[in-house]
């Protein structure tokens, strides 16, 4: 064995410990410590200071509010004969929003299809949905009747809908159309006893407000306000006498080439001779020239 030398061994050099630089430490505690404080303080102020903001954003984004409507009360003549009644049809309406989300106007022939079907020209009803690409609802077409709103929902378009209306209808036509008079589209009343008693006629809509998820669906009824029908009209004309009395003074009219006529028989059967047709909305025109 020699001498004047060692055996090698494992000596490591020892890493200097780590300075811990105090003032690095505290700024970041400092810093930690007021993110918590400003995020229970703003958790505080939304949950206990104004909890209403967020409950009412989070509402209009879920709730909606549909419209019940009610049926126009009947006018009936003093033995019960119709002389106005209320018939179901639906408005067909558009949201080019929702259109717009999924795919747009790019299936032609199904647009086109549902353009003939309401009667509208093709070119004009997509230009329309093209210039309103940010509104939520527009009317197609206004009335129209059960056979065509079969027929658009089997369509299956995006963003088509229908929404619950009611037509006047006037069983009598133009024989007693001077005194019961016509309604508008929106089923107020504009002439005669549709207008003088609008008010009784017309009963009180109900409201159902329900809660939906994104996709449209309805996971929560919240309230439910039954709709108020309006009540019926009985008149005192007799509807026989008033369709024979118009007869007579319509023939009288065209025999005499008068421009009008009025006869009033007690209240059993008034009649003037105006030719007005109650189903188009139209200035009354004399029966003869």
Known sequence: ?????????????????????RWRFVTVCVCISLAMVALIARAAYIQVIEPDRLLQEGDMRSVRVKALPSARGM???RNGESLAVSVPVEAVYVDPVTVFKNGGLEEKDRWYALADV????????????ERNKTKRFIYLQRQV???VADYVSRLRLPGIGMK????????????????????????????GIERGYDGWLSGEPGRRTVRKDRYGRVVEVISKEAREEGKPLQLSIDQRLQAIAYRAI????????????????????PVKCWLWSTHHLTTPTTAAT
């Open 75 to 77: 006018i009936t003549d």
């Open 145 to 147: 009747g059960p056979a």
């Open 118 to 129: 309401l009667g509208i020209d093709r070119k004009q009803m997509l230009a329309r949905i």
């Open 164 to 191: 619950d209306e009611s037509r006047r209808f006037y069983p009598a036509g133009e024989v007693s159309a001077h005194l019961v008079g016509v309604t508008g589209i929106d089923g107020r009343g504009l002439e």
């Open 250 to 269: 319509k023939q009288a009219v065209a025999d005499y080439r008068a421009t009008s006529a009025h006869w009033s028989w007690s209240m059993s059967a």
């Open 1 to 21: 064995m020699l001498k004047g030398k060692t055996k090698p061994g494992n000596h490591r050099a020892k890493k200097p410990a780590p300075n811990l630089i």
